[in-house]
């Protein structure tokens, strides 16, 4: 399908920091349909936007370090983009959920937690992944209290959706530290389940998960959907990203005009082949060359199935094309930290 190689398109080559052309631990990514990247820049507490092939990226929420107050992000993993731009931010650091519209770059609003750590419904405990559904309704990963929390607009509490409070644990009522979430297009709720090494899928209602993959994987951080369906995750502790193939009738897609289009991205009764294959990366094998990986955090495709993987411990977004291990630098500098604008 490609290489297995890449190119540096953005950013600077060996240094990572804090200014506007540099990452400090990235760990979240989303990629709009026209290549835009909204970057979660970790330790420097902000959100870059930053276009494909330009140098430099631009903080549209934080940037004003690490607190609480609401022009300030706390210490961050999970994010999530709605359709009209706003960006949702689970910040671990200050267990709440902030909100920051499209074009308002001074600060964002609480819109979950915020009532310091705990396991009450209207607390959260180092929240990490987040779904937002377009009505606004939130899937808080409630990491540190190991479940999921529903969170509807303008509510003052969550209801737990998924596992069993403060209680981890590897039983299919239960879940042991996880990170992220994703829904498919019939409401079937995907939990990355990290301690427990697997990916536990929820119908509406149930009160247990059923496992889609297991195995094979070591402490994984994120996870997404392909245009296919297959199941992509970024196995981090072995440096590397991997893919449970679907298994049900082949999706339809068309390329007649960019983004490429998808008609069905998943069958109702999908099932994931449990023999993973390797996309990117060496298992067990970190480092900072174009085709391997340092703790890979959060994945994401484009349009036109490009996978961006955001490489943690190497300070910068990958780009890898369709069916090529080898990666492009497209934000960020390769293996060092940084708090300037292009860092």
Known sequence: LGSNTGTTVAGSSGSAGSSRAQLRYPSGIF??????????????????KWQLGEPIGYVVAGGNGNGGAFKQIGQSFGMFVDQ????????????????????NTTAGVLVAGGNG?????DKLNLPWGIYVEVN???????????????????ASLGAT?????????????????????????????????ETNNRVQK?????SYGITVASGSMNLPVGMTFDRLGNLVVADSSYHRMI??????????????????????????????NQTMSIIAGSTSSAGSTSTLLYYPFHIDYDGY???????????????????????????GSTGSLGSSRSE
């Open 31 to 48: 990629v709009s349909p026209n290549q835009d990247m909204y970057i979660l820049d970790t330790n420097n507490y902000r959100i870059l």
């Open 84 to 103: 009209n731009y706003d960006i949702y931010i689970s910040e671990r650091g200050n267990h709440r959920v902030s909100k920051w519209f499209n074009g």
């Open 117 to 121: 750590a705990g396991n009450t419904d």
């Open 136 to 154: 606004g309704t939130m899937f808080i990963v409630d990491r540190g209290n190991h479940r999921v929390q529903k969170w509807e607009a303008g």
């Open 161 to 193: 959706v998924a596992g069993s409070t403060s209680d981890p644990g590897p039983w299919s009522y239960q879940l042991y530290d996880p990170t992220a979430i994703t829904f498919d297009p019939y409401g079937y709720m995907y939990i990355l389940d």
């Open 202 to 206: 929820w119908y509406p209602g149930a």
């Open 243 to 272: 893919s449970f193939n679907i298994m049900c009738p082949p999706t339809t897609t068309t390329t007649t005009a960019p983004p490429m289009l998808i008609t069905t991205p998943l069958c109702s009764t999908a099932s994931w």
């Open 305 to 331: 199935a490009n996978l961006y993987v955001v490489d943690h411990q190497n300070h910068r977004i990958q780009r890898f094309q369709p069916g090529s291990q080898t990666g492009t630098t497209v934000a």
